[in-house]
């Protein structure tokens, strides 16, 4: 990457950093592996090249997305829903995910993202895409769905099912094109390595369907992952969590500003509730590894609403962290680039 910094003298100069085992600034690389946000300096280009690319036609330099994808939405109804068959619908979801994140798996191009929204929404949904070139694509698409929906006694209907181009399904397709950010909100993430708790479904029952609160753009986006990206060494980059199946994200959007408190009582407290067990954050235990820093959330620094003991930091880079203060201390002396929750040079 290319980026501008600034020395202990004040004065900005243009870097670039490489991965390339020889780059006397590779550790500035390193550090723009997942934790260079508003750290070191300001970005200016990138400059991607898989590792075994060879010449310089820029197609053959990167890996190929699929040509079509089949994707799906399918919706339940919360007038169907139980406390029971909403429980039943999460584990399921988590444990598929348990036996079916491995790098090498048939699932391994599929992608899928549930998203309990308040009861007051009237329903929730889950949007799924799988490489359409994948073998027996569509029946793998056939038996995730039946897997998720086992048990619940509930039926889903399906809105949306057809083959597309990926071109399409990533920068088009409703179920993945995402929320108007331009509102107000409030988000918080957290890393899981295995299903749902019993506790942990109780808590998201309880917030769900709270009679004290309604709001439908309040929900939880319980993302697919694991594959690939489980085959990195922890050390490798600034993101340390490599053993996770799913990946969180709790939040809430609204336009009011005098409703901030409300919605920011309902995410807090349901996070909370939902890691009770570990202060109120989801620790690195056998259950849980931390968060996400790309939603950041300041709330994790104040211990007002983290009261596991556990610094930010390790929520997020693990022991990593130190290696990211060292780059902030020889690229960023002056502090110049700093925000609520920035790398602090040793």
């Known amino acids: 990457m290319e980026l501008v910094v600034v020395d202990a003298s004040g004065k900005a100069s243009k870097v670039v950093a490489t991965r390339e085992a020889d780059d006397p600034n590779r550790s500035l690389w390193w550090a723009h592996t997942g934790g260079g946000?508003?750290?070191?300096?300001?970005?200016?280009?990138?400059?991607?090249?898989?590792?075994?690319?060879?010449?310089?036609?820029?197609?053959e330099l990167l890996p190929k997305p699929p040509s079509e994808v089949i994707v799906s939405n399918v919706t339940w109804s919360w007038s169907d829903m139980t406390e029971a068959a909403f429980t039943r619908l999460l584990r399921n979801f988590g444990k598929w995910y348990e036996s079916n994140s491995a790098p090498g798996s048939p699932y391994a191009t599929l992608f899928s993202q549930l998203k309990p929204q308040h009861r007051s929404a009237g329903s929730f949904s889950m949007t799924t895409q799988i490489d359409a070139s994948?073998?027996?694509?569509?029946?793998?698409?056939?038996?995730?769905?039946?897997?998720?929906?086992?048990?619940?006694?509930?039926?889903?209907?399906?809105?949306?099912?057809?083959?597309?181009?990926?071109?399409?399904?990533?920068?088009?397709?409703?179920?993945?094109?995402?929320?108007?950010?331009?509102?107000?909100?409030k988000g918080k993430s957290a890393y899981m390595r295995r299903g749902f708790t019993d506790a942990n479904l109780k808590a998201f029952w309880k917030h769900m369907t709270r009679t004290d609160y309604a709001h439908p753009a309040s929900l939880v986006m319980i993302t697919s992952y694991g594959g690939r990206t489980n085959s990195v060494a922890a050390a490798?980059?600034?993101?340390?969590?490599?053993?996770?199946?799913?990946?969180?994200?709790?939040?809430?959007?609204?336009?009011?500003?005098?409703?901030?408190?409300?919605?920011l009582n309902w995410v807090r407290s349901f996070y909370q509730d939902v890691y009770a067990a570990s202060g109120g954050v989801p620790a690195?235990?056998?259950?849980?590894?931390?968060?996400?820093?790309?939603?950041?959330?300041?709330?994790?620094?104040?211990?007002r609403h983290n009261a596991s003991g556990i610094p930010w930091h390790e929520l997020y880079?693990?022991?990593?962290?130190?290696?990211?203060?060292?780059?902030?201390?020889?690229?960023?002396?002056?502090?110049?680039?700093?925000?609520?929750?920035?790398?602090?040079?040793?």
Not at 45 to 50: E, G, K, T, V
Not at 248 to 261: K, R
């Open 37 to 59: 946000g508003g750290n070191f300096g300001v970005v200016t280009r990138y400059l991607f090249r898989s590792p075994n690319a060879t010449g310089n036609t820029p197609s």
């Open 134 to 185: 994948a073998p027996n694509a569509a029946a793998l698409l056939d038996s995730y769905l039946a897997a998720v929906n086992e048990g619940t006694g509930v039926a889903y209907r399906v809105d949306d099912r057809r083959k597309i181009s990926w071109l399409h399904a990533v920068t088009q397709w409703p179920g993945f094109t995402g929320t108007d950010t331009t509102t107000r909100f």
């Open 236 to 263: 490798d980059t600034a993101v340390p969590q490599r053993d996770s199946i799913l990946k969180l994200h709790y939040v809430s959007f609204w336009t009011n500003p005098a409703d901030d408190a409300t919605h």
């Open 284 to 303: 690195g235990n056998a259950d849980t590894d931390g968060c996400f820093i790309n939603y950041a959330d300041a709330d994790l620094a104040d211990p």
């Open 317 to 346: 880079f693990k022991s990593g962290y130190r290696q990211l203060q060292t780059v902030k201390a020889q690229w960023d002396p002056k502090n110049l680039f700093s925000h609520a929750l920035s790398i602090r040079a040793v």
